[in-house]
């Protein structure tokens, strides 16, 4: 079969034909439907070498985000058929250690007993941009509701789960009167706009470079949409009447998405930094709001998967997507680093 495989840090993937895999016991083998691009493979071709920050390398297949339908199963394995389809929950963990045992293999606090520590599919294994993906356990498989193909659920399993997982983390901040803030509308923030609209009373202001992006934010639902510039700071405490936001999720992650994020908060809010742009925040006394919380978020929980995916089948969540053939991959993650892609990235094997 064909895979996309990331064969060398700071290198483009290449398309190379690898031996169609067969699971073992209690593995499942799915046939892909659809992998989502994700900005993070393009930290992976360009930031991330072997010093770090992950202790696993290439080569491996790309595709953290899939879905697709059940094609053969490991002995031991009960619950799924054939041609069942299905999302993959793409963090892979021990298994058995209290964050696993909880659903938050992304915090795996058994790394010795993890294939791969922090990552998964696509991460360090191999991932969904091939036309079949080897999943370890069967644990990782979440059936699809009725009503949710394989296309739209695939870029769920991480472009929406991540801010889902955030933002409920920061549920406490986003009561009625509340406003959250989203810095980056691309694949996560056009999908955490949404997530916000659906299930928090807050008002939503996203922010972002590109005038596409920050249309599809409002189609999205925004309310209130910002040029990413020296005047957004301002503008959003104009807008909450100089309170500032009671929750930001920065999907960028540089040091001036941060920067912002910190000028634009609250005092007792959450700053969450989600995107993984490099840059830091120099926190002082005096230099950020007093008790707001500042943290970074990993992906989500395997529960959280589900409840994002029932969203999406009630109509309350809906991925923006381009789709490549797996031939056009490359050109896919090509057009998303020179900002061509509104919403998300789709492969389609
Ligand atoms: P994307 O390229 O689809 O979207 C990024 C958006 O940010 C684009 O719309 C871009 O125009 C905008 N942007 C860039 N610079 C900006 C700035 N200075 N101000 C405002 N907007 C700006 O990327 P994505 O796939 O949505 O990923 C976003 C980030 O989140 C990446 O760094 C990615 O690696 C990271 N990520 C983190 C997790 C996690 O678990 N924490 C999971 C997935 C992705
Ligand atoms: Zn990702
Ligand atoms: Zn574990």
């Known amino acids: 079969m064909r895979a996309l495989r990331l064969t060398a840090w700071k290198s483009d993937p290449e398309l190379v034909e690898v031996d169609q895999p067969h699971p073992e016991a209690g593995q499942v083998v799915v046939k892909v439907g659809a992998a989502g691009a994700c900005h993070s493979d393009l930290h992976l071709m360009r930031d991330f070498s072997d010093d ?35 999302a993959v929950y793409g963090p892979w963990g021990c298994g058995v250690c209290a964050h696993c045992a909880r659903g938050f293999d992304t915090y795996c606090e058994n790394p010795a007993a993890a294939p791969v520590p922090g990552g998964g599919g696509g991460l360090g294994m191999d991932g969904g941009m091939a036309e079949y993906l080897l999943v370890p356990a069967a644990r990782h ?16 399993t991480d472009a929406a789960l991540t801010p889902y997982h955030a933002i409920r983390r920061s549920s406490a901040e986003l009561t009625p009167g509340s406003t959250a803030v989203v810095i980056g509308a691309g694949g996560l923030g056009h999908l955490a706009v949404q997530i916000l609209t659906a299930t928090t009373a807050a008002r939503v202001i996203a922010v972002d470079l590109r005038a596409e992006a920050l249309e599809l934010a409002a189609s999205a639902g925004a309310d209130h949409t910002l040029r990413s510039d020296e005047n957004a700071a301002q503008a959003i405490r104009d807008a909450t009447g100089g309170h500032g936001a009671d929750a930001i999720f920065d999907c960028v992650g540089t040091d001036q998405t941060l920067a912002l994020g910190a000028a634009a908060g609250r005092v007792l809010g959450d700053l969450t930094v989600i995107g993984i742009g490099g840059g830091t925040l120099p926190v002082s006394f005096f230099s950020v709001p007093y008790e707001l919380s500042v943290q970074t978020t990993y992906w989500g929980g395997r529960y959280e998967l589900a409840e994002v995916l029932d969203l999406a089948a009630r109509g309350l969540l809906h991925a923006e997507t381009t789709t490549f053939a797996l031939d056009d991959a490359v050109e896919a993650y090509h057009r998303l680093e020179r900002g061509e892609i509104t919403g998300r990235a789709v492969v389609v094997p």
Do not use: C, K, M
């Open 52 to 86: 770090g920050p992950v202790p696993w390398h290439p080569p491996f297949t790309l595709g953290h985000e899939n879905a697709g339908w059940v094609h053969e199963i490991g002995s031991g394995v009960t619950g799924f058929e054939v041609g069942q389809p299905v």
């Open 141 to 156: 498989l979440v059936p699809l509701p009725d009503g949710l193909d394989p296309l739209r659920a695939a870029p769920l």
